[in-house]
């Protein structure tokens, strides 16, 4: 078990570029969720996958975020004309399924927006 | 719509000395209700949960918590702090509906003092 991963964890782009992150969840793990984090603040839910199919998204999620999980294994976030105020740590989740709920989180990837 | 609050921003503990801290939701329906523990530029590393049963769980690090469902609370508690205790803690409460969207809270900041 390796655990949730993540990459980049470091992103720093300017204004107005498009950024794609990267998360390998649990092996086996069928539900994927992403998270931003704020400084000062707890995860805020953006949107879950149970294996491809994307069941919830969040209304923080504009319409510049898009998230696929396209063999139902790993997941991507991409999101477009980046905005200072998308600046935050970016948080992936897997959970296994109905034997065990519990989201278990990777380190995250911090995106700064100058 | 469901809530969480920690009502202590930042807790300083003597080391070996007893923790308790406090989480509070709003949720209509038995919720899921979790721990989580964060380090510094660290991802959430899940310390305990309750889903049913029995309302004291125990949880990973020596750490333990009650639910009461009179008082809205998921207090965490741990009998003897030490250094290494000190980070960033987060209360989260899921749905009724296993597997989707965590809530969580602000955080309370533990230090540890020696």
């Known amino acids: 078990d390796t655990g949730v991963s993540q990459d980049p964890r470091h992103k720093i782009t300017k204004r107005g570029q498009n950024v794609t992150f990267r998360c390998d969840p649990i092996s086996e793990h069928n539900r994927l969720y992403w998270y931003r984090q704020t400084l000062g603040q707890g995860p805020e839910f953006l949107t879950y996958f149970q294996n491809e199919a994307q069941l919830e998204k969040s209304r923080l999620l504009s319409d510049r975020f898009s998230a696929e999980r396209p063999k139902g294994s790993f997941s991507t976030l991409e999101i477009q004309r980046t905005e200072q105020g998308d600046s935050a740590m970016y948080l992936c989740?897997?959970?296994?399924?109905?034997?065990?709920?519990?989201?278990?989180f990777g380190p995250g990837t911090r995106l700064t927006v100058t | 719509a469901q809530s969480v609050t920690q009502p202590d921003i930042h807790i300083t503990v003597s080391e070996g000395a007893s923790l308790e801290l406090r989480c509070n939701y709003s949720y209509g329906a038995t919720p899921y209700l979790f721990w989580y523990v964060q380090s510094p530029g660290q991802g959430l590393q899940l310390l305990l949960k309750y889903f049913s049963g029995d309302t004291l769980v125990q949880g990973i690090k020596g750490f333990e918590a009650e639910f009461k469902r009179s008082q809205s609370s998921f207090n965490l508690r741990k009998p003897s702090v030490h250094w290494s205790d000190a980070a960033e803690y987060f209360c989260a409460v899921g749905r009724s509906q296993a597997g989707t969207a965590l809530i969580f809270g602000k955080g309370t900041t533990l230090s540890v003092s020696s």
């Open positions: 989740a897997s959970s296994l399924g109905p034997n065990d709920w519990s989201q278990y």
